[in-house]
């Protein structure tokens, strides 16, 4: 199994529709989780990060992390198509100061 | 301006030339990576640091080498044994220790072979 997973799409959804990303991870002990943005030819940007389980909002952005069940996903309300991008999903698998394990990334487009 | 920065944006590279891609931030923190990222895959690790004057490969540490002299910056030298250097690379840099992990990517820069 990978250390960290995603579902590389695309992902297609309307505009205005919820779009959900999942993200499913190797270590049952990790501690971390972040979501990152990407636009095509630009670097990756933080939009949020959970450490509890249960949920987490930000303006349209939910995360979720479930750790029994070894995932966390990222809810996108009101889907616009400026939300159009790939989703990365990063964890911090192992304690101490470990690098981040970054998943490869789930490509979204949101159509008008 | 607090940030990461990243230079040159596009840097070419002739065969059998060593060439270096700065990084610098200005945020205190204390690890700093170096990530390559190719068309359509995700990021692969090549070397970080956690502290001056020391330094761990990642997973592809083959044909790069870094220096970590002051805690602000962080060069990667991709050498002529690097054999498909053409990617993009991203520096990163996160504080250590304070349970605020959070991550930041500088803007990047693009390496292409000529």
């Known amino acids: 199994q990978k250390e960290v997973e995603q579902n590389s799409g695309p992902l297609s959804v309307p505009e205005g529709a919820i779009a959900s990303l999942n993200c499913t991870y190797s270590?049952?002990?990790?501690?971390?989780f972040f979501w990152y943005r990407q636009y095509s030819g630009k670097s990756p940007e933080l939009i949020m990060f959970?450490?509890?389980?249960g949920d987490k909002e930000d303006g349209r952005f939910t995360a979720q992390l479930n750790k029994a069940s070894q995932y966390v996903s990222l809810l996108i309300r009101d889907s616009q198509p400026s939300d159009s991008a790939t989703y990365l999903c990063?964890?911090?698998?192992?304690?101490?100061?470990?690098?981040?394990?970054f998943g490869k990334g789930t490509r979204l487009s949101v159509i008008a | 301006d607090g940030g990461i920065t990243q230079s040159p944006k596009y840097l070419f590279r002739k065969e059998g030339q060593n060439v270096t891609l700065s990084c610098e931030q200005n945020?205190?923190?204390?690890?700093m990576y170096w990530y390559r990222q190719d068309p359509g895959q995700g990021l692969r690790l090549i070397y970080y640091?956690?502290?001056?004057?020391?330094?761990q490969k990642g997973d592809i540490a083959e044909g790069y080498s870094v220096s970590r002299e002051k805690k602000e910056s962080f060069p990667l030298t991709v050498t002529s044994a690097q054999k498909n250097p053409t990617a993009f690379y991203l520096c990163?840099?996160?504080?250590?220790?304070?349970?605020?992990?959070?991550?930041?990517f500088g803007p990047g820069t693009r390496l292409l072979v000529l």
């Open positions: 990163a840099s996160r504080r250590l220790g304070t349970g605020q992990e959070t991550q930041y």
């Open positions: 270590d049952r002990g990790s501690q971390s």
């Open positions: 959970i450490y509890s389980n």
């Open positions: 990063a964890v911090k698998l192992r304690p101490g100061n470990t690098p981040l394990v």
């Open positions: 945020l205190n923190h204390d690890a």
């Open positions: 640091s956690q502290i001056v004057n020391d330094f």
